[in-house]
């Protein structure tokens, strides 16, 4: 009974071991026919229940494996998964690469659509936008403002993966600025100015249709004149500009500015006080008068600003100094708020100086001196009532134009001018040479008008004079030296000095220090600490003149002429020194003319005429150059805003006047100059030294062109240049033609 059961169950298990690997086999078959059978086996990785063991009949759990265990797919290999594919990097499409760009611009490119992507601003800092996940292949930045320039970067990064990005370049230019008129304000004379991309050409324009162009400087500013018909009132005025990079197209216009032109010049201003032949104890003042309202009035006693005012309640007061002692011409001029300049206020003669006191108008509330003596009534022809007052007391009768100290109302009294006395304040050499190419109408015609005048009616005239005269005496020298004494007596009867030796250093260092105390005193100076900046900026300057001048012919003749040539310095050059300097200051030369020559080029026995002339060809144009090249530092210097840019600006303007004017004056051949030895030499290269080196000079001193001819200094000198070429002329051709005939 036993048997049987456990004979059925063995023929189970041998059934199942045969027909298992059978059915192993034939599964792969039917899976292959039936696919999503096939795909849920293999993506289904959760591990089966487990399922309870059969009971037996004796109750005992069946442990054997059953046929679905021993026929699990697991032990099958799974099919291998493909490789998901590389993201992509996004692409900028728009503008394309070296595009230009004028204004704000959108930005479009491409994407994979899980990409965030980043738009860095090529300036750095913040990003210029960051373009979410939307599901889109595409990505657009809008309103995008990119600096100005010629190769401007733009670069889109995935966000999370720099590695994926794309750059390119393009060529950037935005809209000029108008900040106003001359002033920098809301109102115009007819000058507008701005900011811009430097070296780029800017175009303004007003809806009336006048305009005017102009190049921006390396600082980013620009001013132009307008030209065309301008009236006074308000315009519209948008400007543009064009660069080389972005040529043949330009910049937007730029967004519309209101400017309120007024292209009349406002009357000149009056000057209450002073009244004419007045002696002030200095140039303190006080100087006050009527003028139109928010002008700046400014008083000038010959061609040297006193000081300045804002007229308000229409007066004006101010206080003064900087002016040395002496007697002056004083005027006043008046800038109104649009820039434009008024004639000047007639002049009043006046005298700055420690003498004794004239009778001064003084109204009610005008500033007067403590030290100041009683006020005289002063009669006057006019119907203004004069102040008469006495000591101790007010005036009776105060002119309404002079508001009183306290008015809290519109007419409050005008501030005045803080006296200078820092180290740090300017002087007449801060900014005394304007360089040409900062000024848009340069007068060049006049200023080549003056060196053709200066050459043809002084310079060849002098030369011809001077041989005139050394042919007359026959070589003999114009002033002999004579002794005035002693012509009878034996000079073993005299005492000799003893000789004095004295350290080439020390002569060196005294000469320049006096030759800078000269050049001082080519204007005005006044008791401030910076006068003494300016003492030490000009020794520095006339230290590099001087070594310009005699190591740069020194290293010359050794190098290339092979003579022994020396340097000396010459104290008699401090006479024309101090006649350049003094004559500066007489005629009031703003900038100076400056001989800045301390020394000399001295050449042993041997050299002859040709190596002589050549010396003094590199002596004249290694001034000439020295000056060119300070005329371009000066063009470059910031603003003088301290001690250091204040002394190097006066360094620099020093060595430009030095140089040019000690060039020029080398140059005239006459004596034993270097231009004689050049002209003797090479007539070419003499001109070509000379005629640059006096267009330079008249440039530098093209300020003071406007002054003579308005008041007539111009046409004097040349009068004075006429007749002086016309008595030259004549006695050359005299002596040339007309006395050997007669002999």
Partial sequence: MRVAPLGILLAALLGAVIIGPLAGAATPASAAGTAPMASAIVTETAPAPPTEPAPTETGTPDTSPSPSESLAPSEAPAPSESPAPAPAAPTIDSPGANAFVAGSTTVTGTRDPGQEITLFSPTGGAPLCVVTIDGSSTWQCQGVALPSGPAVGLQAVVTGNSSL?????????????????????????????????????????LAAGASCSFTVDASGAWACQMQGAVLSGAEQITASQQTPFSAPESSRASEPVSLTFDVDAPAAPVVVNPVADATLATAAGPFYGQGENGATVTVFAGAYSVCSAVVSGGTWSCTGSGVANGAYNLRAVQQDAAGNVSAGSPAVRVTFGSVAPTPIATPTGAPTPTAAPPVVPAPTATAQPTPSATPGSASPTPLPAVPEDGDEQAGAAPPELTVPGGWNDPTQFSTAVIPPWTVEQFPWLQAAMLTLGALLLLVVPARLLAGTVTRARNGRPVFRGHRLAGRNRAGEEFDVAPTLLVNRWVVYGGTVAAAAVLVLLSGPVSATPAYLRLLLAVTLALVVVNAVATLVPQWWGSRALHVDVTTTILPRYLAFVAVTALASRLFELQPALLFGLLGSVVVGSGPGAAQRGQLAAIRAGSLFGLGLAALLVVGTLPVADGFLSALAAEVANTVVLASIGSAVLVLIPIGNTSGRSILAWSPPIWAALTVPAFLTLFTLLSPMLPRWTGNGTAMLLWFVAVGFAVLSVTAWAWQRFVLPTRR
């Avoid at 060529?171 to 780029?200: D, E, H, K, W």
């Fill in 165 to 205: 990005a794309a750059a390119h370049t393009v060529r950037v230019l935005q809209p000029p600025t108008v900040t106003g008129g001359s002033t920098g304000q809301a109102s115009s004379n007819g000058i507008v100015r701005g900011t811009g991309y430097p070296g780029a050409m800017v175009t303004a324009t």
